[in-house]
């Protein structure tokens, strides 16, 4: 057994009693039992085919270090660029994996929302998570998601009741400030959308200062009838940092789902998307575009289940990819025997700016009816040099023409953020201003 | 002889009903022209008849030779005698025209227990209609109208009745789409083929098909039912007037 | 077009070259073990090197697991249980002329369509007969040794011409590459040799059809072919096996080397018995096949029909090692019932300029399972790498399944690298229209299927284009209502 897995383990039978719900029988039984299939599977290695590309070793040799500690002495100075909207704007802000309830700001939010921090929710009203606990991904691929599901410490709780509209984008910031060692986090979030209700969700995780630290993060989204969803996760933390996170989606009847991921941060960022399509009508539209440079490794595996019959999903993800850097994009669209009507379109198209970058692209279709209309394309290219020669002889120098082309390539999928305050906000975020009108 | 009888026939298409009672008899030799406005059910009725699965029977009859077709299955009434132009010909990708045709004809043949012609044979058998409808012999190798412009599918359409000589031909919108010297050729393809041991309905908005092929009878389909048959100056009054006097009729 | 072509079809309405030979065959006991392999190697009267690289596979093997990694599932093999060798006992290794080959073989290719006598085949044709463990006759040999081509069983090349045998046996498909192609290098037993010397087109279309007759055997050949610069040569492959209820292994290689501007065509018309209708019996069809462009501007395609086999698990491919070569992978297979197939290719780009072309075309019908797998890998050598891709999957009612399985990998940046893949079902509107020009709903599928393979099939030879056709229309059966 590897260094890391071992220091869960130990944190785990040390200080499971401080973990948060322990004394609600349902999440202590999870724990336990994630952190039971955890050994057992032991974390992912590139043996298994789904974790082929990602390299997990040096994760997995370092010991963990668990931070338990409060908020340390940060202002909204301090967060300034990491804010979507710093005044007016809902947030919960986590500081190393921790709520921070006085950088947060939800006290104005229409009735029929509630958010908490999920460590305070597992001690005053656990009943609310019981149905979620067992509605986690299983599998021999699993290893990182059952540690956070055995030793998450907080995170967001979102809950919307039926037919309330929230007007304005909540943001879920997590930051991660630096140490001596590099520290891990643990979130678990969970957004309840309630039948016909419509929101905004923007997850973002960030770091201050350059070190090194990991995040393990999961997020569950439970789409109810009639509810439709955008969510979007910005992925910015340090080139120092490790990310491994997964998104899982249940959405029933009719409801709609938006899931946006933009990713600029990690030395290695590793981002599952499950999105199970399990109620008839319901429709999911993923996208997602990467930047990565210097030796970063990104890597993203989108799974969309059309588990009932008229549903239907769009994917675009684009990869930017330069230095040395490493790029996967694997998505799978499944379709069992008995379902009807499925529509399904899935496309990656990747850029590789540098002769020593590399992409791995992957987009697979596993289709068991044939009630489907489904395609799928992935192409691979390098800028287009008569768009290039086309720029130099409008007088843009070779820096300025790249960075105009680049910005292009990503424009399709930054255009599509609304509102305008949110696109802005992004462009900024993935230094890429000016690429969307 | 009645070649096809339609009485009081009911359809539903996706449990929605179209047809509504429809009478109509054409008699061999014939060729009627069926008007009406968009979503009259023309073209359902003409789905009806070919017996796409779709369409459904719900009451009425209709009797192809005095024969009841609902239980027919589509290549039975096809090679039976019953021909559908459609209005919009679906491609076929990767299969030539030749080929579609030589299946076609030789199921025909089959049907009626006559050799099969063979590849040589069966060739020159077409050239000479190719030629009459203005197609370059190529045209047989390209795929079924993959690629061809609305005039290009109408004229394959016409191109595979001559070649099957059906007893009824219903031909949906063959006009439509069609520039002048289109429609002329079209024109004569149809004549050419009328005799007295074929009947045709033709499904149009437009008279001018009407003015080079003169109909023995014209129907106004509304509403699912015929609302009006009568002659030539029929379809004047409608190219004159529209539909809307006859809408005030109905209500 | 001449009657008597070289693959007459299984015209007739099922699989009609499920009958078995009954032959006084050689047939040595189950099981494998080092001493077979020694028996072997003699029995063919082997030099030394062979056995000592038969042998070093074996020990090779037996440090191997079998593959887990697709997505076809069957029964555990027990390779104890086979039989590694079978032959006629009136098969001579020696024979030269067709009057030293006992008749009942010579009637046995005859009635699968494919006479040996020189005079009654297609004239463009040259054929080695496989037959169990051993090639039984190869067809137009001196007049092809007249212009320098080696076309001969592996048996005879192992023995005639060992010098190349040693050079090139084995330098694509190394002894250790997987389990099923460490197997084979142990106990192949025949196969065929093609060896074009430089600047020679080959005047004729070369082709081995291989047949299974004795039951509870393996079937293990290689195929060796060997395009020296700037020849051609285009190379059939046809097979069959007797229908029975139990499964049956067939493991080959096939290896093709391409030195510079060379251009090698391979194509496949693979009609292994594919069990029936509950999905008893049929081949396991484990095959690994790989052609490398060795020199500049070579040239490798392969073309294949798969419509037989109870399971298919194969993807030729091409190393585009020299600057400018290009490969090409043009695919139709269909599983009906309860067949599996795994099929694909593998493009792998280490020279500058290398273009690559890939045409998949999954159908499948009943219980069938299709999945393409393929692989397009662009090292950071192959500066202005070219590939295309385009899959398209049919499925033909609702118990079928298609998979699509693509992985791109691209380290060079001026390389271009596009993939294309859609599945869907028979198309409504087509059907009805061939239905109302009256061809009856199975003709009208297997019309619609023809199309759908269209742009592979017209990459066949003609004789193989017509008999994939019918092969098609002949698997289709039974799948539709």
């Known amino acids: 057994m590897n260094a890391f897995l071992e220091g869960c383990q130990k944190q785990f039978s040390e200080q499971s009693a401080h973990l948060p719900g322990w004394n609600a029988l349902p999440i202590r039984n999870s724990r336990q039992e994630a952190m039971q299939r955890g050994a057992q599977i032991g974390l992912p290695t590139p043996q298994l085919e789904t974790w082929k590309y990602t390299p997990t070793r040096t994760l997995a040799q370092s010991r963990p270090r668990f931070h338990t500690e409060g908020c340390v002495g940060l202002d909204l100075e301090d967060l300034e660029p990491l804010l979507l909207d710093r005044r007016e704007g809902h947030r919960l802000v986590f500081i190393n994996g921790l709520l921070s309830r006085s950088l947060s700001r939800w006290q104005d939010l229409p009735a029929g929302v509630r958010v908490d921090s999920m460590a305070n929710l597992a001690r005053q009203a656990p009943s609310l998570l019981e149905p979620c606990l067992d509605r986690f991904l299983t599998g021999n691929d699993q290893g990182f998601a059952e540690i956070n599901h055995a030793l998450w410490l907080d995170g967001a709780f979102v809950q919307i009741s039926p037919g309330v509209c929230l007007s304005k984008p909540l943001q879920l910031l997590f930051v991660t400030t630096a140490f001596q060692e590099p520290i891990v986090t643990l979130p678990w979030n969970l957004v309840l959308a309630g039948n016909d209700t419509q929101a905004m969700v923007i997850e973002s995780y960030a770091s201050l200062g350059r070190s090194s630290h990991f995040t393990?993060?999961?997020?569950?989204?439970?789409?109810?009838?009639?509810?439709?969803?955008?969510?979007?996760?910005?992925?910015?933390?340090?080139?120092?940092?490790?990310?491994?996170?997964?998104?899982q989606a249940i959405q029933q009847a009719r409801s709609h789902l938006d899931s946006r991921i933009f990713s600029v941060g990690g030395a290695l960022t590793r981002q599952d998307v499950q999105i199970m399509l399990a109620g008839e009508g319901s429709r999911c539209l993923q996208e997602g575009v990467f930047l990565a440079g210097g030796r970063q490794h990104m890597d993203f595996h989108t799974w969309l289940h059309h588990l009932r019959s008229d549903t239907r999903s769009e994917q675009l993800f684009k990869g930017i990819l330069d230095g040395q850097a490493h790029g996967v994009f694997n998505g799978v669209v499944r379709v069992p025997q008995g379902v009807k009507q499925i529509r399904a379109s899935q496309k990656t198209a990747n850029l590789?700016?540098?002769?020593?970058?590399?992409?791995?692209?992957?987009?697979?279709?596993?289709?068991?009816?044939?009630?489907?209309?489904?395609?799928?394309?992935?192409?691979?290219?390098?800028?287009?040099?008569?768009?290039?020669?086309?720029?130099?002889?409008?007088?843009?120098?070779?820096?300025?023409?790249?960075?105009?082309?680049?910005?292009?390539?990503?424009?399709?999928?930054?255009?599509?953020?609304?509102?305008?305050?949110?696109?802005?906000?992004?462009?900024?975020r993935l230094n890429l201003e000016g690429s969307a009108p | 002889m009645n070649i096809l009888e339609l009485r009081n026939l009911h359809v539903t298409v996706m449990n929605k009903p179209i047809l509504n009672g429809v009478d109509l008899s054409l008699k061999a030799g014939e060729l009627h022209a069926l008007m009406g406005p968009n979503g009259s059910g023309k073209s359902t009725l003409a789905n009806v008849l070919a017996g796409r699965p779709e369409c459904r029977v719900t009451a009425g009859q209709m009797l192809y030779r005095e024969r009841d077709l609902w239980p027919i299955s589509p290549e039975e009434r096809a090679r039976e005698g019953i021909f559908l132009g459609f209005q919009n010909p679906v491609e076929i990708p990767g299969v030539s025209n030749?080929?579609?045709?030589?299946?076609?004809?030789?199921?025909?043949?089959?049907?009626?227990?006559?050799?099969?012609?063979?590849?040589?044979?069966?060739?020159?058998?077409?050239?000479?209609?190719?030629?009459?409808?203005?197609?370059?012999?190529e045209w047989l190798l390209r795929p079924v109208n993959a690629g061809f412009s609305g005039g290009e599918k109408k004229r394959n359409e016409l191109l595979q009745l001559m070649l099957l000589e059906p007893r009824l031909a219903i031909l949906d919108e063959i006009d439509s789409g069609l520039d002048i010297d289109a429609l002329t050729l079209v024109a004569e393809g149809i004549n050419a083929l009328r005799s007295t041991e074929r009947s045709m309905l033709l499904i149009t908005h437009y008279p001018r098909l009407l003015d080079q092929v003169p109909p023995d009878r014209v129907h106004v389909l509304m509403g699912g039912r015929v609302m009006l048959s009568g002659g030539m100056e029929l379809a004047r009054k409608l190219e004159q007037q529209g539909y809307g006097w006859l809408e005030e009729m109905v209500t | 077009m001449n009657d008597r072509p070289v693959i007459t079809s299984a015209m007739a309405r099922s699989y009609k070259h499920g009958f078995i030979t009954p032959i006084p065959s050689d047939t040595i006991q189950p099981g494998l073990d080092e001493k077979v392999i020694q028996w072997l190697s003699a029995k063919k009267q082997e030099p030394d090197f062979m056995l000592e690289w038969r042998l070093a596979a074996y020990w090779h093997w037996l440090g191997m697991t079998e593959p887990s990694w697709s997505s076809v599932r069957y029964p555990p093999i027990d390779y104890q249980a086979i039989r590694y060798y079978s032959a006629p006992r009136s098969a001579n290794p020696n024979a030269v002329a067709l009057k030293d080959v006992d008749p009942a073989l010579l009637a046995t290719y005859e009635k699968l369509g494919i006479p040996l006598d020189e005079r009654l085949t297609l004239a463009g044709v040259a054929v080695d007969a496989v037959f169990d463990s051993v090639s039984v006759a190869t067809t137009h040999q001196k007049k092809l040794a007249e212009m320098g081509i080696l076309f001969c069983s592996m048996s005879e090349a192992i023995r005639n011409h060992g010098a190349l045998v040693r050079r090139y046996l084995g330098s694509v498909v190394p002894p250790g590459d997987n389990f099923f192609a460490a197997l084979n290098a142990a106990v192949f037993s025949d196969g065929s040799f093609c060896y074009i010397p430089p600047g020679v087109r080959c005047p004729m279309e070369l082709s081995t059809y291989f047949r299974i007759n004795a039951a509870g055997t393996g079937q293990f050949e290689r195929t060796l072919i060997i395009a020296d610069e700037y020849s051609q040569v285009s190379y059939l492959e046809g097979?069959?096996?007797?229908?029975?209820?139990?499964?049956?292994?067939?493991?080959?290689?096939?290896?093709?080397?391409?030195?510079?501007?060379?251009?090698?065509?391979?194509?496949?018309?693979?009609?292994?018995?594919?069990?029936?209708?509950?999905?008893?019996?049929?081949i396991y069809n484990f095959v690994t096949k790989r052609g490398e462009c060795r020199g500049d501007h070579s040239h490798i395609s392969w073309t294949q029909v798969e419509t037989g086999s109870a399971i298919t698990w194969k993807y030729p491919s091409v190393i585009l090692r020299g600057a400018g070569s290009s490969g090409r992978f043009h695919s139709v297979a269909l599983t009906n019932h309860h067949q599996q197939a795994d099929t694909g290719t593998k493009m792998i780009h280490i020279g500058a300029d290398t273009r690559s072309t890939i045409l998949s075309k999954g159908i499948s019908a009943g219980h069938g399972h299709n999945a393409y797998r393929g692989l397009v890998k662009v090292l950071a050598g192959a500066t202005g790498a070219r590939n295309h891709s385009q899959c398209d999957s049919l499925l033909l009612g609702e118990h079928g399944s298609a998979h699509t399985y693509p992985y791109i990998e691209v380290k060079n940046r001026?390389?271009?690298?596009?993939?294309?893949?859609?599945?869907?079902?028979?198309?409504?509107?087509?059907?009805?229209?061939?239905?109302?020009?009256g061809l009856s709903n199975e003709e009208a599928v297997s019309l619609i299927v023809n199309g759908f393979c269209q742009e592979v099939l017209s990459e066949l030879p003609m004789e193989f284009s017509v008999e994939a056709r019918k092969l098609l229309a002949v698997s289709l059966e039974g799948s539709v209502g």
């Not at chain 1, 120092?240 to 997964?246: F, K, L």
């Not at chain 1, 992957?362 to 290039?388: F, M």
């Not at chain 1, 086309?390 to 680049?406: C, F, K, N, P």
């Not at chain 2, 579609?100 to 050239?127: G, M, S, T």
């Open chain 2, 98 to 137: 030749l080929r579609l045709l030589k299946e076609a004809y030789n199921a025909q043949r089959r049907h009626h227990r006559q050799p099969e012609l063979d590849a040589v044979a069966f060739r020159a058998h077409l050239r000479d209609r190719t030629a009459q409808l203005g197609l370059p012999e």
């Open chain 3, 414 to 437: 001026t390389a271009q690298v596009e993939h294309e893949a859609t599945t869907s079902r028979i198309d409504e509107d087509q059907l009805f229209y061939c239905r109302q020009r």
């Open chain 1, 216 to 247: 393990n993060a999961y997020t569950t989204l439970m789409l109810n009838a009639g509810a439709r969803l955008e969510h979007l996760l910005m992925l910015t933390e340090t080139t120092a940092a490790q990310h491994v996170g997964t998104v």
């Open chain 1, 352 to 428: 590789l700016l540098s002769d020593t970058a590399e992409i791995d692209a992957k987009p697979q279709l596993e289709i068991h009816s044939d009630a489907v209309q489904c395609n799928h394309g992935a192409s691979v290219g390098t800028l287009d040099p008569d768009a290039l020669f086309y720029l130099h002889s409008r007088g843009l120098d070779l820096e300025t023409a790249r960075r105009v082309l680049v910005h292009g390539f990503a424009a399709e999928l930054l255009q599509r953020v609304q509102p305008a305050a949110v696109r802005e906000w992004v462009a900024q």
């Open chain 3, 239 to 282: 097979c069959s096996a007797p229908q029975r209820d139990r499964h049956q292994l067939h493991a080959a290689v096939v290896e093709l080397i391409a030195l510079e501007g060379a251009e090698i065509r391979y194509s496949t018309v693979q009609n292994w018995y594919p069990g029936d209708a509950e999905g008893r019996g049929g």
